[in-house]
C-alpha cells in the first residue's frame, strides 16, 4: 500500500504584491488620516465605509471573460443557489466607484447635496514591482449633487487645510486649478470641424510633464524620438494648430488675471472655453474671499494629469519643497493629491447625470512626504519593561506595572524565559523600553527596586569618555513606592 | 442586420450579505476601537495591520476542490505567468490565522514574546442572514511566545480595562475563566482507559449553555428529545462516569479556593489536571495582586465556549446588566469576547510549537452593547448650514462657512440649487443642523444676519402652545461681525 503523504508545510508569506503594517507604520498612517478626517469633518463631510466588495457589475467592468477573469481587479464568481450561474464579485479597486453605486443605492435617504469621505484599502490586480502593491490606502472626499463650481472651490479649500493640519507648512505646498472646459473650448478653436484625433490629443498633452513644451510640439506635430529611442508618431497638426494648445499649456502668468487673460486669447470664441475660464475665474474669487490666496491655490493650465477623465475642474496638489532623491539629485517632492469634477459617474446606474466633484490623497505619498520632512508621527516610545529576576514574584511584577498603568504609563512584564536575564535586556532594547525596572531578592528584602534609564545607558555606551555622562546615573534605587514617580521623572526628562 | 444590444444599466446594490456604513455609524465604531486600542497600547501591545489577502495555503485551507472553490473563504486563483498554475489566494476570515502566518514569517525580527492587537474587516463566504453579515469588524489582541500563565492573566485584565474604558461600569460585565487542562483532567479520571467517545463528550459539553445541567446528563449518557422533537443519540457513559464531568461543569463555589478544591476532588489524580487546577490559581493570583478581584474575573468552571478548540485557559466577558430581547423578555446581555490559550498555531508552518493566547472582543456585539446602554456616541451634530439667497453672494456666503470653521464650528454652504428655500431648509433638517445662517439682500444692505437656531425651532414647532417657548425667539438678526459669537451662544446653549 502507498504510504499517505503527509501534507507539506505551508510557506509562511504575504501573497505576492502585498504587506503587512507594523506597529510604528500603523500608528504613522492612522494620525495622519484622523487629522485630515477631522478636516472634512469640520467642512460638514460624513464618513462613508462602503463594503469592501462590490458586483463586477456595479464597479463598472464587464462580465470578465473566463480566459482572464481578474483583469485588473480581484474577482471570483459567486457559488449559484437556483442553477443561475451566481453574481461575478469584486474587490473595489478604488474609492469613487463604490461611491457613485452607494449615492444610486441611497440617494432618496442621503442629503443633496452628499458631501462624505472615505479611507480604507483599495485592492489592484496589478504586477507589483518595487514600492508598488496591489492593496493601498486612499482618502478620498467628493461632493456630489453640487453643479456649482462653489463645491470645487470649497475642495480645494479643503485639501489646503488637510494638508496644513498634517503638518505641510504653507509655503511647502501649492494646489493647482486648470479646466477640462478651457482645453474644449482651445480644441474647438484649434480644429471647429472636429476633424483632427482629440483623444491623440490629449495624449499628447499629458506627456507635458514629461516631455515638456518642445516635446508636446513635436507630438501634436510630426512626433517625436522618446527617450529609448523609439520614434513616437505624432498626431500630424500644423504648426498653427499646435500652438494654442501650447499657448493654452503655458498660458500661466504672473497673477490670476493674466493667466485669465491668456486664456481668453487662446479659447477664441469657444463658447464652453469662455464658460471653463468663468469657472475658474469663479472659483479664484471664492477662495480669495476665504482668504486662499496664490500663495496656496492658483490657476496654472499646465496641469494636465486627469485632464482625459475630469469634465470641469480639475485640481493637483503638489509639494514644492525639495527632497534629495534616490540618484542624490534635488528635485521637487511632486504631487500628493489630485482630483477634479466628474459629472457622468452616477449615470451609468440611474440614467441621470449627478454632478460629482472630489480629490483624492495618496496616502502613501504624503506619508513619504512627511517623512522626508522629518514630521512623520516620531516612533511612540516602547514600554516600561519589568524584568523578571525571580519566577515565583510574578504577581508584584505585574502589580507594577498594573501601578504605572494606572498612572498612564505604558508598561509591561517581561513574560519569556526568565532565566537569562542578558535576554531580557536584550527584549527591552528590541521593544526600544525607555526604562527597564529590576527587582530581585536583595531589592525585596531592602524594599526596594533599581530603575534603569535606558536611554540615558545607551548615550553613556555610545561615548562612554565623555565626562559629562560619568555623573549621570543611569541606574537608580528607590523605595518600591517610589517606582512610579520615579520612572515618571525618567520619562520627562527623556522627552 | 441585427441591432447592437445596449448595455443594460448595472444594478446599484451591495453585493448579497454586505454592507456600507455611514456617518455615525463609522464614528460610533471609530470611537470605541481607539479607545480599546489605546488600553492595549497601554498593555504594550503594538498595532499590526496585516494583508486582508492571504494565501489559501497559509490560511490552512488546503487548495479547494474545483467545484466548490469558496467553502467557507472568498478566494481565487491567480493567474499564470509561467505555465504553472496561480497560486489561490483568499479574503481572510479572522484575525489568528493572519498572525499566525505574520509571526512565522517574521519571527526573526519580532520581540519574544509578541503582543500585538488587530482590529479591521474579516469576510466570511456564508449563506448571510438578519444581523449576519459576510464581511464584519474583529478587535484581537493576542501573545505570542508567552508560556506563563502570567500572559493569560494580563490578557484577562486587559479585557476588564478595555470594557470598562469604552464605558461599561465595574459590575456590569464580569469575566469568567475555564481552563481545558481540567476537562482533560475530568475525561482522564472519568475515562482511564481512552476508551470513550471524547469527541463527542467535548459536543455535550458544548451544549451546556443551551441545555443545562440535566440536559448534558442525558447527552452524556442516553441520550434526549431536543426541542425540535428529534432525538439526540447520547454518548453512553454510565451515570458514574458521567458525573465528575457534571460536577466539573457546575463547580463554581463561592469563591476561588471553594471552586478550585471542588476542581480538585473531580479530576481525582490526573496529572494534566491537577496542572490545570494550578493554572487557574496562579492566574487569580496573579489577577488579585493587580487588584482584579471576584467582582470583575472568576474562576468558572460552567464556561464551556471554545473548550474544544483551546489547550489551556479559557476566558469569556459576558455583560450581565439587562436588556429586552426581541419578545419582550428581560435576559442578561451576554458573551461579547472571548479568548484562550492555543499552543499549536505557529507549528503549521514552522515545525515548531509556539505558545499563544489571545482574545477576541466582538466588535457589533459590543457596539450593541453601548447602544442597549445608552452609551452609543451621542450622533455628532450636523453642521451649521449657511444658506444661500442671493447666487451671487457665494463668495459671502463661503467667507462664513469659512470664519465658522475656523473657530472650530463645523459648518458648510448650501451647495444645491438655491432656488427654493424651503430645500435648503429641508436640507438643513437632514443634516440635522442645529443652526442656518440666512442673509438676503436687505441683511446685506443693514449689515447683519439671521441666526436660526433649529434645535429650538423645533422644540417650539412640536409644543407651540407652552408659554415658555413664546418668550424665547429661535431665530435672531446679528451684526454680520458677530455671525461666529452668535453661532458659537447657540450651540452652548444646544449642548
Not at 282 to 290: G, K, R, S, V
Not at 308 to 325: H, K, M, N, R, S
Amino acid at each position: 500500500m502507498a504510504k499517505v503523504k503527509k501534507h507539506p508545510r505551508p510557506r509562511a508569506a504575504t501573497p505576492k504584491g502585498f504587506r503587512d503594517y507594523f506597529g510604528a507604520d500603523v500608528a504613522e498612517r492612522k494620525a495622519m488620516l484622523d487629522r485630515i478626517a477631522a478636516v472634512y469633518h469640520r467642512y460638514g463631510f460624513d464618513a462613508l465605509e462602503s463594503s469592501a466588495v462590490e458586483t463586477v457589475e456595479a464597479l463598472g467592468k464587464f462580465l470578465p471573460d473566463v480566459e482572464r477573469p481578474n483583469a485588473g481587479v480581484f474577482a471570483w464568481q459567486e457559488e449559484s443557489e437556483t442553477g443561475k450561474p451566481g453574481d461575478w464579485l469584486a474587490l473595489r479597486y478604488d474609492l469613487t466607484a463604490p461611491l457613485a453605486r452607494v449615492y444610486a443605492q441611497f440617494r432618496n435617504d442621503l442629503p443633496t447635496p452628499y458631501r462624505r469621505y472615505a479611507m480604507g484599502p483599495v485592492w489592484r490586480n496589478e504586477k507589483p514591482g518595487p514600492g508598488r502593491f496591489r492593496q493601498f490606502y486612499q482618502c478620498d472626499a467628493d461632493t456630489v449633487g453640487a453643479p456649482s463650481v462653489a463645491a470645487d472651490a470649497e475642495i480645494c479649500a479643503m485639501l489646503a487645510d488637510a494638508l496644513e493640519a498634517v503638518g505641510i507648512a504653507r509655503g511647502d505646498y501649492v494646489i493647482r486649478i486648470n479646466n477640462r472646459k478651457v482645453l474644449n473650448g482651445v480644441l474647438e478653436a484649434v480644429d471647429p470641424s472636429g476633424s483632427a484625433d482629440r483623444d491623440a490629443i490629449l495624449r499628447s498633452i499629458d506627456k507635458f510633464d514629461k516631455v515638456g513644451e518642445d516635446g508636446v510640439r513635436a507630438l501634436l506635430g510630426k512626433g517625436r524620438l522618446d527617450a529609448s529611442g523609439a520614434y513616437i508618431d505624432g498626431v500630424g497638426l500644423d504648426k498653427a494648430q499646435a500652438e494654442p494648445v501650447i499657448a493654452f499649456l503655458t498660458s500661466r502668468g504672473a497673477d490670476a488675471a493674466q493667466t485669465l487673460a491668456r486664456l481668453r486669447a487662446a479659447v477664441g470664441g469657444s463658447g464652453v472655453g469662455a464658460e471653463g475660464i468663468d469657472e475658474l475665474e469663479t472659483i479664484a474669487e471664492l477662495l480669495e474671499a476665504q482668504g486662499y490666496g496664490a500663495d496656496r491655490i492658483v490657476i496654472d493650465p499646465s496641469v494636465v494629469r486627469g485632464l482625459g477623465y475630469y469634465t470641469g475642474p480639475v485640481f493637483e496638489a503638489e509639494l514644492t519643497f525639495e527632497i534629495t532623491d534616490e540618484k542624490g539629485r534635488a528635485r521637487q517632492f511632486g504631487s500628493v493629491a489630485g482630483g477634479g469634477r466628474y459629472d457622468d459617474l452616477v449615470k451609468r446606474f440611474t440614467g441621470q447625470a449627478v454632478p460629482a466633484t472630489g480629490v483624492s490623497i495618496g496616502v502613501d505619498r504624503l506619508l513619504a512626504a512627511l517623512r522626508a520632512k522629518g514630521l512623520g508621527a516620531a516612533e511612540a516610545p516602547g514600554p516600561v519593561v519589568v524584568t523578571v529576576m525571580e519566577r515565583a514574584r510574578m504577581a508584584d511584577y505585574q502589580a507594577m506595572a498594573a501601578e504605572l498603568r494606572a498612572a498612564g504609563i505604558r508598561a509591561e512584564v517581561y513574560l519569556g524565559n526568565p532565566k537569562n536575564f542578558g535576554n531580557q535586556l536584550k527584549y527591552a532594547d528590541r521593544r526600544r523600553a525607555p526604562v527597564a525596572v529590576i527587582a530581585g531578592e536583595d531589592e525585596r528584602a531592602r524594599g526596594v527596586v533599581q530603575i534603569k534609564d535606558l536611554v540615558l545607558g545607551a548615550k553613556i555606551a555610545e561615548s562612554a569618555s565623555l565626562e559629562e555622562w560619568k555623573s549621570r546615573p543611569s541606574q537608580v534605587e528607590v523605595p518600591r513606592a517610589d517606582l512610579v514617580a520615579e520612572v515618571r521623572r525618567i520619562l520627562a526628562r527623556a522627552d
